[in-house]
């Protein structure tokens, strides 16, 4: 089982994406776009792009191109950091809020589909042996 474990978590993950990409297809929004301004919206407003690319574990110049296009379909905004001229803050324009609460809801019902007939404690094991993995890959070897 252990072997076949790293390959149905990426199955699951890959179809997850889809499904949501799917839903949110009408929206105008692609994978890379909608998952940006969940971390922005999870991360918390005011993040700066540095920070915001190390929560995302991306490359700076990938985060800009992508708030780039968020920025044209004002979703999001860029202000100036108080403390740091070169630096922006990012905040979730009205319109980007009102975009969060629409994916929410629609992530919510696939959600809901998804893990239909697993128990809160199934759910619980299976985020606890996540975490325990992520701990194991973040060790120091």
Same mark, same amino acid.
């Given at each position: 089982?252990?072997?076949?474990?790293?390959?149905?978590?990426? @199955?699951?993950?890959?179809?997850?994406?889809?499904m949501?990409? #799917?839903?949110?297809?009408d929206?105008?929004?692609?994978?890379?776009?909608?998952?940006? *301004?969940?971390?922005?919206?999870?991360?918390?407003?005011?993040?700066?792009?540095?920070?915001?690319?190390?929560?995302?574990a991306?490359? +700076?110049?990938?985060?800009v191109?992508?708030?780039?296009?968020? #920025?044209?379909?004002?979703?999001?905004?860029? @202000?100036?950091?108080? +403390?740091?001229?070169?630096?922006? @803050?990012?905040?979730?324009?009205?319109?980007?809020? &009102?975009?969060?609460?629409?994916?929410?809801?629609?992530?919510?019902?696939?959600? &809901?589909? *998804?893990? &239909?007939?697993?128990?809160?404690? #199934?759910?619980?094991?299976?985020?606890?042996?996540?975490?325990?993995?992520?701990? +194991?890959a #973040?060790?120091?070897?």
């Amino acid at each position: 089982m252990k072997d076949q474990f790293p390959f149905a978590v990426a @199955r699951v993950t890959r179809r997850w994406r889809k499904m949501l990409d #799917e839903r949110l297809k009408d929206l105008g929004v692609t994978q890379a776009r909608w998952s940006t *301004m969940v971390y922005l919206s999870k991360g918390g407003e005011g993040l700066t792009q540095r920070e915001l690319a190390t929560l995302m574990a991306i490359e +700076n110049p990938t985060l800009v191109r992508l708030l780039d296009s968020l #920025e044209q379909q004002d979703l999001i905004e860029r @202000r100036p950091c108080p +403390n740091d001229r070169r630096a922006r @803050r990012l905040y979730l324009t009205k319109a980007g809020r &009102e975009f969060m609460d629409e994916l929410s809801g629609r992530a919510e019902t696939l959600r &809901e589909e *998804m893990l &239909e007939g697993i128990s809160d404690e #199934e759910i619980a094991c299976t985020v606890r042996v996540f975490h325990k993995i992520l701990e +194991n890959a #973040e060790k120091p070897k």
